[in-house]
T-cell receptor, first 116, second 110 residues
Framework: DAGVIQSPRHEVTEMGQEVTLRCKPI?????LFWYRQTMMRGLELLIY????????DSGMPEDRFSAKMPNASFSTLKIQPSEPRDSAVYFC??????????????FGPGTRLTVL | AQRVTQPEKLLSVFKGAPVELKCNYS??????LFWYVQYSRQRLQLLLR??SRESIKGFTADLNKGETSFHLKKPFAQEEDSAMYYC????????????FGKGTKLSVKP
């Protein structure tokens, strides 16, 4: 298994442009999480899905951010319009939905976003 | 509200020296705590969880509810231990939501 896959690995864009980040979770995992990592705020949970349904999006910073999970094997995080303060590393993670609530989250390699 | 604090941004030790990475938490429920590690150019991965009481790569961590701490320790640091370490608290029960500390960069010098 290749683990959680994210694309692109690096994205450089100009302010005002739309950015779409993609994630493929580990097959069979029921939970998918999107995180943002910055020097100032560390690793923050943005939104998570259970069985493709968004459960908690309270971490999404503002309306410019949106996330979808059209099926069990694909999720997107979109920023429209992008701003320089959105520059960060965005991680996707997935987790099985077994009985053990301490099942670990498996992280993707991250997408480094730079907004000029 | 739940919170995880890692007071040290950077910890530098020499090879063979003991190392302790501090983690304190604030949570009204029964805490479930983890340590994650991110080696250079690798993805974030689970190092250990308190409920397993395990030792991974020589690291251990004991949950101290009285002091609300979950410090990560290793008696003899190795150069390959150099990495970013994140303490995380499960606040989501069966949902498994994690809140992370801001991380401590461990640098082990030869």
């Amino acid at each position: 298994d290749a683990g959680v896959i994210q694309s692109p690995r690096h994205e450089v864009t100009e302010m005002g442009q739309e950015v779409t980040l993609r994630c493929k979770p580990i097959s069979g995992h029921d939970y998918l999480f999107w995180y943002r990592q910055t020097m100032m705020r560390g690793l923050e949970l943005l939104i998570y899905f259970n069985n493709n349904v968004p459960i908690d999006d309270s971490g999404m910073p503002e309306d410019r951010f949106s996330a979808k999970m059209p099926n069990a094997s694909f999720s997107t995080l979109k920023i429209q319009p992008s701003e320089p303060r959105d520059s960060a590393v965005y991680f996707c993670a997935s987790r099985g939905g077994g009985l053990s609530f301490t099942d670990t989250q498996y992280f993707g390699p991250g997408t480094r976003l730079t907004v000029l | 509200a739940q919170r995880v604090t890692q007071p040290e941004k950077l910890l530098s030790v020499f090879k063979g020296a003991p190392v302790e990475l501090k983690c304190n938490y604030s949570y009204s429920g029964s805490p479930e705590l983890f340590w994650y590690v991110q080696y250079s150019r690798q993805r974030l991965q689970l190092l250990l969880r308190h409920i397993s009481r395990e030792s991974i790569k020589g690291f251990t961590a004991d949950l101290n509810k009285g002091e609300t701490s979950f410090h990560l320790k290793k008696p003899f640091a190795q150069e390959e231990d150099s990495a970013m370490y994140y303490c995380a608290l499960n606040y989501g029960g069966s949902q498994g939501n994690l809140i992370f500390g801001k991380g401590t960069k461990l640098s082990v010098k030869p």
